[in-house]
């Protein structure tokens, strides 16, 4: 069974940063991806970033060039830096990983992440 155990999330003022990490565990398929959604209150979930085992990365237009994602294949573990963040950020960050054979998704419990002074 995939289990997905986040860490990292909190209070942060504007401009500051945060580090988030999600490790994997129990993942079989090894054709996959990592990474991570958020959701703000009131709307839809929607794709932060994303990486594929070989490093290929994916990033939603509103966090180019202030987030940074990367994995460690070896522990199953993606991580996301979040740099500049702005009050926009605030959300519930959720870890995935998903298997691109079956596309199937596992989730993380989530963690809020919160941008305020």
């Known amino acids: 069974q995939v289990h997905l155990v986040e860490s990292g999330g909190g209070l942060v003022q504007p401009g500051g940063s945060l580090s988030l990490s999600c490790a994997a565990s129990?993942?079989?398929?090894?054709?996959?991806?990592m990474g991570w959604y958020r959701q703000a209150p009131g709307k839809q979930r929607e794709l932060v970033a994303s990486?594929?085992?070989?490093?290929?990365?994916n990033y939603a237009d509103s966090v180019k060039g202030r987030f940074t994602i990367s994995r460690d294949n070896a522990k199953n573990t993606v991580y996301v830096q979040m740099n500049s963040l702005k009050p926009e950020d605030t959300a519930v960050y959720l870890c995935y990983v998903r298997d691109l054979v079956t596309l199937s998704f596992y989730w993380g419990q989530g963690m809020q992440v919160t941008v305020s002074s």
């Open positions: 129990g993942v079989t398929f090894s054709i996959n991806t």
């Open positions: 990486i594929t085992r070989g490093g290929a990365t």
